[in-house]
Every structure is written in C-alpha cells, then in structure tokens.
C-alpha cells in the first residue's frame, strides 16, 4: 500500500524512507498509509495469526527478515478476571521467538534496513530491544551495536545479545543518555537506527491490535506498560487504520501504565498535557521500562487523550504481586515490566475506574528474561541433604 512519511507535529510529508525525524522541525514521524480496503488481502477469521499475515498494511517491499514472530497467546485469565470484575484477556507477549514484543517490530525494522541497503543496525535498549534487535541482525546476515545502560539491564537480555553476536557496549550511564549517544554514532557511522524513534519499526508492534481484533474483535480497553512509549502509539494506530478501513467501528480505550519511578506520561496526564517533563533518575524493579524521557511521549499521549483512555502508575510492590499472581495463578510467566499492565487493571477496579469491561492487558516480555529480580522476589530453593526424610521435613 503506498505511504509517505509525516511528522507528528509540523504534518510535512516525505516520500523518503532514509530518515528517523522531520527534516523541518525535527518531529516525529509516522507512516501514513494511503489506504485502501480494496489492497487489504487478509481477513479476521482467526486462524494463522502472525505479524506477515497482515502485509498489506505493513510499509516494505522486499521479503521479510523473519523468524516467525506474533501469534502470540491470548489467554482469558479467570482469577484476574474475577479480581478486577473484568473479562480480562493476557495476550503474552512473552512467547515472541526472542520472548519480547520488540520482535514485532525487528522483523519490519531490519527488513527495512536490508531494502534500503544497510549493512549495520544499531540500537540504545534497557534490553529487550537489544535482544531482539541481535537476533534479526543475525538472521539478516548484518552487523549489530548495542548501547546499554551499565548495570542496570537484566541479565537474561544481555545473554541474548552477545550469544547472538551483536557488539555489546555498556555505558556509564542511563539510558536516555545511551539513547542521545547512539544517534549521534548511528548518524556518523552510516548505521541504520532501530530504537523506537525509527517509524518502521513501530509499524510491526502495530499488529498486536490486528492479532487482538483477528482473535477477540474489539475490546472496551488494552491496558500495557509505557517505558519509551513506543507500543502503546503503534498499538492505537493499528487500531485506527482498521477504523479508517471500515474494518471495526469503535478503537478501544488505552489505558498506559507506568512504574512511580519512572512516570513522566502519568503525570503528563494527570495534569492534562500532551507534552512531558522528563524524570532525571528513573528508578523501578521493572527495568523494561525505567526510562525517564520516553522518546514516543507526544505519540503516546495523543493515543491516551483520542482513545479516552488514561494513564495510572503502579509502585513496585504492585508489580511484583501483580508478576506473583500472573506466574503463581495463571500460569503465565512474564518479566516484572509485562506485570505492570495488570497491576495497572487492579488498581483502577479497585478504585472503581473499571467495572465489568472486556479488557485485554498486554505481557510484553517473558519471566526468564531478568531470573536475577525472581530470586530477589521469591527467594533461593530450600536446600537440603540428598535424604527422603530431609525433603520430607521441608514439604
Ligand atoms: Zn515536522
């Protein structure tokens, strides 16, 4: 389907596909699709869901870098449901191949960089962004730079990205710092950016709200995590060119959430702006989204604010329970972050936000991505001698 790059605030559009910001004002951009319900050549039937089914609206050419990503679960959660009064539905993210939502957007992402003849991609990431991104560079045959916040990403992400042989480089600094660096590196060096600051990239997480339609139809509300606020902007554009196809009629409530710690949409909201104020030093158990200066800020606030969604915060406690209850009730096992979407539902039932809608909560990221933050939650196994009645006594 034909596409033209446009900025978010100035509204200039760029038949281009070489640039990340507005040439003019240094906005935002988004892929504005032509669109066209005669060009759609998929249907809502559920079955074979995936990221590729939905290729028409999806802005590349060449055949796609692709390990099978989407088709995630959708599980209906009968204990949270009857928690929150809801009918709630996890769709767990989790079970992508690098197990994170970031994979939907790496395989249009580094499609991408191939069509347009990149040999390089890099990214700044708290993680997941890496993982994924060494991932497709590898099966891509390209190479892969990653910038990470030094001591401060979950182990099991940075395994992911040196196994897959992305150059790993940690620096002194958090991670907006990271994000500013690796700009200024990709812009001298020729490398193709992959942060969510890239619109292409954003293009892929749009299918989660075409897998939730595929799958559900259209629920009153999707709850998610907001750390760099790219999600929740591609999930809302993904349900309104559906709405523009004539495809559904109503585009749900988005509802962000974020950790206290790191809550410049929240308070963006609470105080009725559309722009933020960052958090100089954002500090949460859910390093997914300890980000204090979220890059897709005015796009996710616009999603917010059109939807008639909100945004909530949650403190860590109320993420670990909410992490506790996923794991220990539903059987689904999700990276502290992924839990802040339920704790976000608890919250807002209980002070009476919610009542009985049909809601799906998003688990962008799997438990063994950060097993460190599970020990710390839950303890070490009980160790005892190799004896019957020595496991008996601790039973
Ligand atoms: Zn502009």
Redesign the pocket.
Known sequence: MEYLLR?I????GFESDYIYT?P????LLEVHFFLNPDEIDFSFDGSNLSVWKYRSLLPVTIDPVSLNEGGTPLYNVKHISDISKCDVYVKHEGMNPSGSFKDRGMTVGVTKAIEIGRKAVACASTGNTSASMAMYAAKAGIKAYVLLPAGKVALGKVAQALMHGAKVISIRGNFDEALTLVRQVCEEKGFYLLNSVNPFRLEGQKTIAFEIVDALGVPDAVILPVGNAGNISAIYKGFVELRELGLIDDVPRMIGVQAEGANPIFRAFVKGRREIEPVENPETVATAIRIGQPVNAKKALRAIYESEGMAVEVSDDEIVEAQKLLAAKEGIGVEPASAASVAGLIKLSREGELRGERIVCITTGHLLKDPEEVIKVCGKPVEVDADVEAIKAVL
Do not use: E, P, T
């Not at 003019?24 to 906005?27: D, Q």
């Open positions: 900025c605030d100035c509204n200039s507005c003019r004002c240094g906005g």
